[in-house]
T-cell receptor, first 112, second 113 residues
Framework: DGGITQSPKYLFRKEGQNVTLSCEQN?????MYWYRQDPGQGLRLIYC???????QKGDIAEGYSVSREKKESFPLTVTSAQKNPTAFYLC???????????FGPGTRLTVL | GESVGLHLPTLSVQEGDNSIINCAYS??????FIWYKQESGKGPQFIID?????DKRQGQRVTVLLNKTVKHLSLQIAATQPGDSAVYFC????????????FGKGITLSVRP
């Protein structure tokens, strides 16, 4: 099956710890994205990557980091510098930046 | 700044009726629009898209209408079913350097049996 997978589905972290969220796609899409979704708010872009080994900050990149070493993988690290990390994190991919984005199932991160 | 928004936060419809969900956008340069459906605890699901050179596009039980004159986008769902209950949100994009998708906040569709 073609698609986007995210793991884990639920993640718990203690304050002060870094944590990495996984995102993999086998759609052969060039572009990948990370969004954060909070209750009652729209999706906010954290980082995007248009090609391998290249990525750009989104609207709320502070406290997050990414890498794009392979076309199919775009992991997101939530660092201890992120002041309010508890949220639902969504990964997406698209053929290009002017085409529709397809989303993964999401990872719910809770900081204890 | 430019924004995408929805007129109503919630919509309740009777099963079997048609649903109409509206979205206003303010960026006149936007040329590509998408409707997504998001069920509780899941990622958004692509429903249908439309480019600015069209004013109507139909899918299975869904129709998207685009009115560029008033910058208005709507999603029509025919014969609404309980499985249609979800949050729906629109997104806009425009060609050009650093183009990105901008999402609305979403509207909850509740289907009454």
């Amino acid at each position: 099956d073609g698609g986007i997978t995210q793991s884990p589905k639920y993640l718990f972290r203690k304050e002060g710890q870094n944590v990495t969220l996984s995102c993999e796609q086998n759609l052969n899409h060039d572009a990948m994205y990370w969004y954060r979704q909070d209750p009652g708010q729209g999706l906010r872009l954290i980082y995007c990557s248009q090609i391998v080994n290249d990525f750009q900050k989104g609207d709320i990149a502070e406290g997050y980091s990414v890498s794009r070493e392979k076309k199919e993988s775009f992991p997101l690290t939530v660092t201890s510098a992120q002041k309010n990390p508890t949220a639902f994190y969504l990964c997406a991919s698209s053929e290009g930046t002017s085409t529709g984005q397809f989303f993964g199932p999401g990872t719910r991160l809770t900081v204890l | 700044g430019e924004s995408v928004g929805l007129h109503l936060p919630t919509l309740s419809v009777q099963e079997g009726d048609n649903s109409i969900i509206n979205c206003a956008y303010s960026n006149s340069a936007s040329d590509y629009f998408i409707w997504y459906k998001q069920e509780s605890g899941k990622g958004p699901q692509f429903i249908i898209d439309i480019r600015s050179n069209m004013d109507k596009r139909q899918g299975q039980r869904v129709t998207v209408l685009l009115n560029k004159t008033v910058k208005h986008l709507s999603l029509q769902i025919a014969a609404t079913q309980p499985g249609d209950s979800a949050v729906y949100f629109c997104a806009e994009n425009w060609l050009g350097a650093n183009s990105k998708l901008t999402f609305g906040k979403g509207i909850t569709l509740s289907v009454r049996p």
